[in-house]
């Protein structure tokens, strides 16, 4: 679906880890840098190139709302579909790198291992869904479950229906990232986050270089 030098960069993580943050500071340098028009960003659920996506968002998040972990595969994978025509195969072929916050690894962990659907389910679901569009690189965002809470709870008024205060969920969130991590080593890159914005985005910057995007 992509031309021989565009990327596609994943960037994964757990709650409060930074990788929001990390994403607007590059967004900044770029703009700066008089380079933003050679990338695309774009986060999941939703889409900057669709308001349907944008909608299933909103389902999925809404705290009112209630759904089995199949019924939530289900709709991140079609968000997932209308992301990838809408904005990033169309960057791709544009030669435009792009960077998405969240793809098909959150669906792995959330819903395949934690939510019991099956990693196996799961990883059909979105290889057919997405046509086994594959991210050059996954980079993911590791933080000890502790920080996570504490960051969670002291930056944010409120939590969505997909986030919670609960440390030992996020010693099983991040349980399930390093499983899948492990069992496809080379298209993943982990970055402690346990530090200060600055060394993080330092971190961040130094594996774009590493993979030819800067």
Not at 16 to 38: A, V
Request: proline share 2%; with cysteine.
């Amino acid at each position: 679906m992509s031309n021989q030098d565009a990327k596609f960069i994943v960037i994964e993580g757990m709650d409060g880890s930074g990788k929001t943050t990390i994403l607007k500071k590059f967004r900044d340098e770029l703009n700066c840098k008089n380079m933003i028009d050679n990338f695309v960003f774009t986060r999941e659920p939703g889409s900057a190139f669709s308001k349907e996506a944008e909608k299933i968002r909103e389902l999925i998040l809404e705290n009112e709302n209630s759904f089995s972990p199949m019924v939530d595969a289900l709709l991140f994978a079609t968000s997932r579909r209308i992301n990838l025509e809408k904005g990033i195969w169309p960057a791709l072929e544009n030669n435009k790198h792009v960077i998405s916050d969240r793809y098909w690894t959150s669906s792995f962990v959330y819903q395949g291992i934690l939510g019991g659907v099956g990693l196996g389910n799961v990883k059909t679901l979105n290889e057919i869904a997405t046509n086994n569009t594959k991210p050059d690189l996954i980079i993911f965002f590791d933080l000890e479950p502790e920080i996570s809470v504490e960051r969670i709870t002291k930056n944010r008024d409120f939590t969505d229906r997909l986030e919670t205060s609960d440390v030992n969920y996020y010693k099983k969130l991040r349980a399930a990232y390093k499983q899948i991590i492990s069992e496809n080593t080379n298209d993943y890159r982990i970055i402690d986050a346990n530090c200060s914005i600055d060394e993080l985005y330092k971190k961040f910057i130094t594996i774009l270089k590493e993979v030819c995007i800067l």
